[in-house]
């Protein structure tokens, strides 16, 4: 009798082998990427270029949802932790560095060397005169792989984590929201009244939407000036009504998990890389000067736009066009795109949620002091096991909290409730409740943490 002994003590099998539905997967996907990159040597021309686009995206989207749908529909729901601090795509090995240099040069090329993906743009053509009536160019393609990303990606997320209703609703919405509102709506509007517009971003995440740039002097003087106006209007409604009052009731969450392309990406294609993002109070202590910078900085430009508007003085004109372009350098091209999803396998997911966006950080502040959103714990459940912060995309060690049976009211948090699907006890529940229940625990935006019992205030109160 033979005795296979295993070397490894793992409970899980150290090196798990693909099935042959998922090599077929990853075969399909392959054979769609190299066509993909067969397009930048301009190779597909006249009738070719119709057939092989929809070739290549049906390969695309057929490989990656066979690979995705295989992978997570055989295994129970949920994540696994199997091999994802030892496999060399999930833990900054050898693939994940690969990936992260990949993409990080991709968006590099993109950005400020769009020519050389002239090929691959042009192979987008057919698609783009369908729905636009014109070429494709850079911002087309990339929407469109964004859209694509989100949605093949946003299927196996919800593969993944189907046992949790939250998960399952709340990424058919990040699709939703991408699929319809920021790339079928904007793309149909630029072809009926040639008008680019994007509703699901408000200031300050679009610093135009409020300044009369060339955007709002397009929308107005266009002879759809009624749609112009209910654009511009509800640029302003969204961002001064609707963006406080819905974060008071629900926590940022609404808009950063539920809305927001950025977030959108970062729960689908990122969620493999989750769990890299940083839990160190050297981060929590970085995050918090960088995204206030930002958001500094985003006011004072438009602020020094609406100055220039007004005034039309000559000695602003430059400054704060200069600031603007600074702005959009920095953090519109560097840290959202290159930093913020080029470095997803090294950093984790939310690199730009967590240290710049903007939006972010005036959400935050909503519902860090005036919301009835919180994460309640049941402390006298939890087994301390951690997989809660080791998944917090955002780097917020939700362990320490639950071991303290502590309530969850962080500006950063984005209420993406992967914290609570992969408890195993059930411990973590997002909630809305009265924000007077809120303050028995309290750690401010510096870092302090001003701990008030609610034994305490209950006493005060009788
Ligand atoms: S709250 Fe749940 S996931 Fe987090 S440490 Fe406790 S038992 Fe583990
Ligand atoms: S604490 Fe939970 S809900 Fe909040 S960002 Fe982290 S994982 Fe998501």
Not at 117 to 125: A, E, H
Not at 412 to 440: F, K, W, Y
Request: glycine share 10%; with cysteine; net charge positive.
């Amino acid at each position: 009798m033979s005795v296979t002994i295993r070397e490894s003590h793992s409970i899980v099998p150290p090196d798990p082998k693909l099935d042959k539905w998922e090599r077929l997967g990853l075969l399909i996907l392959g054979i769609g990427l190299a066509l993909l990159f067969g397009s930048l040597f301009n190779i597909y021309n006249g009738n070719l270029k119709p057939v092989m686009l929809v070739v290549t995206m049906i390969a695309i989207f057929a490989g990656g949802l066979i690979y995705g749908l295989r992978t997570h529909l055989i295994k129970k729901p949920g994540i696994q932790n199997n091999n994802i601090m030892t496999a060399s795509v999930s833990s900054r090995g050898a693939i994940g560095w690969m990936i992260g240099v990949i993409l990080t040069t991709l968006y590099c090329i993109y950005y400020w060397k769009a020519d050389w993906l002239s090929g691959m743009t042009q192979l987008f053509d057919p698609l783009s005169q369908a729905i636009r009536n014109k070429p494709s160019d850079q911002w087309f393609m990339y929407g469109t792989f964004y859209t694509m990303g989100v949605l093949i990606m946003g299927v196996k997320a919800i593969a993944k984590y189907r046992h949790s209703r939250y998960q399952t609703i709340r990424t058919s919405s990040i699709v939703f929201f991408q699929l319809i509102m920021a790339y079928t709506l904007p793309y149909f509007m630029s072809r009926l009244y040639n008008l680019e517009y994007y509703p699901t971003y408000f200031w300050p995440l679009s610093y135009k939407v409020l300044f009369p740039g060339e955007e709002v002097k397009t929308l107005l003087a266009s002879k759809h000036e009624i749609l112009a106006m209910c654009m511009l209007g509800w640029s302003l409604i969204a961002t001064f009504i609707a963006t406080p009052f819905l974060t008071y009731f629900l926590g940022k969450r609404w808009y950063c998990s539920w809305v927001c392309g950025c977030g959108g990406l970062a729960n689908t294609v990122g969620d493999s890389w989750r769990q890299l993002s940083s839990k160190t109070v050297k981060a929590w202590k970085y995050e918090r000067v960088t995204i206030y910078s930002v958001l500094i900085f985003v006011i004072v430009t438009t602020g020094l736009l609406w100055v220039f508007h007004v005034t039309q003085a000559e000695s602003l004109k430059g400054f704060s066009g200069g600031l603007a372009k600074v702005y959009g350098f920095l953090i519109g091209s560097i840290m959202s795109g290159v930093i913020g999803t080029g470095f997803y396998p090294l950093l984790g997911t939310r690199i730009w949620c967590r240290f710049a966006c903007p939006m972010a950080a005036i959400l935050g502040i909503v519902q860090r002091f005036k919301s009835r959103f919180r994460i309640t714990t049941n402390g006298g459940q939890c087994i301390s096991c951690g997989n809660c912060s080791t998944y917090c995309e955002m780097g917020i060690d939700v362990r320490w909290y639950a071991q303290r049976g502590q309530d969850i009211k962080r500006a950063s948090c984005v209420g993406c409730g992967i914290c609570s699907a992969v408890c195993p006890r059930g411990v973590l529940s997002l909630e809305n409740g009265p924000t007077d229940q809120r303050e028995e625990y309290q750690i401010d935006l510096l870092g302090g943490m001003k701990a008030r019992q609610l034994e305490q205030k209950t006493n005060q109160t009788k």
